[in-house]
Antibody, heavy 120, light 113 residues
Framework: QVHLQQSGPGLVKPSQTLSLTCAIS??????????WIWIRQSPSRGLEWLGR?????????DYGVSVKSRITVNPDTSRNQFSLQLTSVTPEDTAVYFC??????????WGQGTLVTVSS | DIVLTQSPDSLAVSLGERATINCKSS????????????LAWYQQKPGQPPKLLIS???TRESGVPDRFSGSGSGTDFTLTINTLHTEDVAVYYC?????????FGQGTKVEIK
């Protein structure tokens, strides 16, 4: 059974960088048939896919247009986890952030969610 | 981006009755090469992440009760909950993975009448 455990701060100041980590158990971040994804949810934007990383002989990265200039999703093979960094945050980035596993485009396992508030 | 529009936004159904949720895509999510629809359905309860119910438009995930069923192809899809149970009160979302950015519908809230 796959389990995803999220960690990271729940409060970030405007203009700073939001950083979250998702630790994987029961699968490998280097799996050649999975993708590792970040999604956020807010009342104004609903569920929004932010980006993904996946390994197919080499690492690939794919980001949503709304955050493309500010987002980085990185795998950490030594710790079997992946991370999200979102720079230059504003109050509009306040949301619940989820990590998830993607297989053939469906999100079959999810982290518990982290409410991140952007406020001074 | 592919836009998914769900209807209705909310519905109230009596226990034991049927709930029907529609999801319309702004473009087809049917991949001709394998004849699969890249459309999934999720259930979300308060304080929890979404739970995958159905993939490929109509394939129920392991452990999902058979009162949940999905149908449709191309641009029009339906999630049906037969004989609504109390534990089915939730928000339901459709999601496409035909092309990035992968997108979700706005959600449909199901309540007990």
């Amino acid at each position: 059974q796959v389990h995803l455990q999220q960690s990271g701060p729940g409060l970030v100041k405007p203009s700073q960088t939001l950083s979250l980590t998702c630790a994987i158990s029961g699968d490998s971040v280097s799996s050649n048939n999975a993708a590792w994804i970040w999604i956020r949810q807010s009342p104004s934007r609903g569920l929004e896919w932010l980006g993904r990383t996946y390994y197919r002989s080499k690492w690939f990265y794919d980001y949503g247009v709304s955050v493309k200039s500010r987002i980085t999703v990185n795998p950490d093979t030594s710790r079997n986890q992946f991370s999200l960094q979102l720079t230059s945050v504003t109050p509009e980035d306040t949301a619940v952030y989820f990590c998830a596993r993607g297989k053939w485009g469906k999100f079959d396992f999810w982290g518990q969610g982290t409410l991140v508030t952007v406020s001074s | 981006d592919i836009v998914l529009t769900q209807s209705p936004d909310s519905l109230a159904v009596s226990l034991g009755e049927r709930a029907t949720i529609n999801c319309k895509s702004s473009q087809s999510v049917l991949l001709d090469s394998n004849s699969e629809n890249y459309l999934a359905w999720y259930q979300q309860k308060p304080g929890q992440p979404p739970k995958l119910l159905i993939s490929w438009a109509s394939t129920r995930e392991s452990g999902v009760p058979d009162r949940f069923s999905g149908s449709g192809s191309g641009t029009d899809f339906t999630l049906t909950i037969n004989t609504l149970h109390t534990e089915d009160v939730a928000v339901y979302y459709c999601q496409q993975s035909y092309s990035t950015p992968w997108t979700f519908g706005q959600g449909t809230k199901v309540e007990i009448k």
